[in-house]
């Protein structure tokens, strides 16, 4: 069956530490999408990809780094100089044009201590 | 930049009453998306409307296009235990002109069922 993984389900590392969040999609989607979501703030954009080796900033890409040189991959880099990285991170995917929506992953729950 | 307000914020009901929610914009959108998020999951997509004044029903869930195009409603029959979770309405962004559009988030609302 086609859908998106996100891996790991639960990531903790150490305060400094520069981590990878990964996001696989057998949909042959063209655009995939990274979100942040805390408690009672909805969802956030962080980062989104319309093609293959190219990317847009969202409206909280401070501090995180991503690449696409895959359709199929997406992988989200939450770098030391994000000043608060514990949260619940999900990947999501479309056909170009969002009209019938996205298809998300089940999250990545990521604590940094 | 477009917005989606969403409410209410939160609701906390007996098992087998009926739920109601709604979004509401400033602009107009032509299309709305209603998702479910279990709790540590992602959300999943219930409905989607393309149309003013549409009615779309998947099972207890009903969902209806405003005629201004600025709304949206889901409304949810005879709630169960498993409804629990954080509805979201969802619409493209408009802003942005053909394909390269992404969607535009309402804050959720988060429903508790008591069995």
């Known amino acids: 069956d086609g859908g998106i993984t996100q891996s790991p389900k639960y990531l903790f590392r150490k305060e400094g530490q520069n981590v990878t969040l990964s996001c696989e999609q057998n949909l042959n989607h063209d655009a995939m999408y990274w979100y942040r979501q805390d408690p009672g703030q909805g969802l956030r954009l962080i980062y989104y990809?319309?093609?293959?080796?190219?990317?847009q900033k969202g409206d909280i890409a401070e501090g995180y780094s991503v690449s696409r040189e895959k359709k199929e991959s997406f992988p989200l880099t939450v770098t030391s100089a994000q000043k608060n990285p514990t949260a619940f991170y999900l990947c999501?995917?479309?056909?170009?044009?969002?009209?019938?929506?996205?298809?998300f992953g089940s999250g990545t729950r990521l604590t940094v201590v | 930049g477009q917005q989606l307000n969403q409410s209410p914020q939160s609701m906390f009901i007996q098992e087998g009453e009926d739920v109601s929610m709604n979004c509401t914009s400033s602009s107009i959108f032509n299309t709305w998306l209603w998702y479910k998020q279990d709790p540590g999951e992602g959300p999943v997509l219930l409905i989607a409307l393309y149309k003013a004044g549409e009615l779309t029903s998947n099972g207890r869930l009903t969902a209806q296009f405003g005629i201004t195009r600025k709304d949206s409603f889901l409304n949810i029959s005879a709630s169960i235990p498993s409804d629990v979770g954080i509805y979201f309405c969802a619409g493209p962004d408009g802003l942005r002109a053909g394909n390269n559009r992404k969607l535009i988030w309402g804050l959720g609302t988060s429903l508790a069922v008591n069995p």
């Open positions: 999501a995917s479309s056909i170009t044009g969002v009209t019938y929506g996205y298809t």
């Open positions: 990809s319309q093609i293959v080796n190219d990317f």
